[in-house]
């Protein structure tokens, strides 16, 4: 089982910045590969919505935090980061790690989509 382990993430002013980050992880000897990692955020009353994905050579953003968020991947660890600035109140939710993986389990491959706990993001004065 793949596990994701968030950090980052708590209480800032409007206009500020903060910083999440993601890291997939297993039990020592699984075999998996990380097809894509992203975010995706809920706020209270709200559907859960994405916010950045990357995968492959491509990354994506939803319309609202284009120019102020951006995620980058690191390979070699398997995590992802997501780099919040100018923060708006609208911002507030709980941010979800996403991840797109890979397994080899006996002799074949399993596809999965796996969900980290998620952590708070408070954008207030």
């Known amino acids: 089982q793949v596990q994701l382990v968030e950090s980052g993430g708590g209480l800032v002013q409007p206009g500020g910045s903060l910083g999440l980050s993601c890291a997939a992880s297993?039990?020592?000897?699984?075999?998996?590969?990380?097809?894509?990692m992203g975010w995706y955020r809920q706020a209270p009353g709200k559907q859960r919505e994405l916010v950045a994905i990357?995968?492959?050579?491509?990354?994506d953003y939803t319309n609202s935090v284009k120019g102020r968020f951006t995620i980058s991947r690191d390979n070699t660890d398997n995590t992802v980061h997501l780099q919040m600035n100018d923060l708006k109140p609208e911002d507030t939710a709980v941010y979800y790690c996403?991840?797109?993986?890979?397994?080899?389990?006996?002799?074949?491959?399993?596809?999965?989509?796996?969900w980290g706990q998620g952590t708070q993001v408070t954008v207030s004065s």
């Open positions: 996403n991840a797109a993986l890979s397994t080899f389990r006996g002799v074949s491959w399993y596809h999965s989509v796996n």
């Open positions: 297993a039990a020592s000897g699984t075999i998996f590969r990380v097809n894509a």
């Open positions: 990357t995968g492959g050579n491509s990354t």
